[in-house]
């Protein structure tokens, strides 16, 4: 694939998967043992497009009107870089592993980068840095804390 079919393609996961919440999409767009870093705990080993279905309808749940926007999208050979933003409001529990943050209301607005490497057609490994402490500081929890 060229990069820029490379980059349509994680541009689909962004636009559908995360936004308009067809998780079942991530099936067709990840490889049936694509590697993750950079995951949240209770994540950390798994493989495949399951990881994405459901880390990624954790997030819905919580932040039911999330949006990701993609700030900037590079991509040479089979590896894609985004820098990309979500914003949504906290709306139920989030819960990651053994971790869980209890509903408060209030509006997140946090920036993160993912780099994803593409092999026939389908993301086949990813790597994820997220601001996770300023989404727990605009939560009004601290990092770390659980219930």
């Excluded at 026939?120 to 500081?137: C, H, K, N, P, S």
Aim: proline share 3%.
């Amino acid at each position: 694939m060229s990069a820029e079919e490379n980059k349509a393609l994680v541009t689909r996961v962004f636009e559908e998967v995360f936004n308009e919440g067809r998780h079942e999409l991530a099936q067709d767009l990840y490889s049936s043992d694509c590697v993750f870093h950079g995951v949240p705990d209770g994540y950390e080993g798994r493989r495949g497009p399951d990881v994405v279905r459901d880390l990624s309808q954790v997030y819905q749940d919580a932040f039911p009107d999330q949006r990701y926007d993609i700030e900037e999208i590079l991509a040479e050979r089979d590896i894609v870089s985004v820098r990309w933003r979500v914003s949504g409001t906290h709306e139920n529990t989030l819960q990651l592993g053994a971790m869980s943050v209890l509903k408060t209301g209030r509006r997140v607005n946090v920036r993160g980068f993912s780099m994803c490497r593409i092999h026939e057609g389908r993301i086949a490994e990813v790597w994820q840095l997220a601001d996770m402490a300023t989404a727990f500081r605009q939560m009004g929890a601290e990092p770390g804390a659980t219930d």
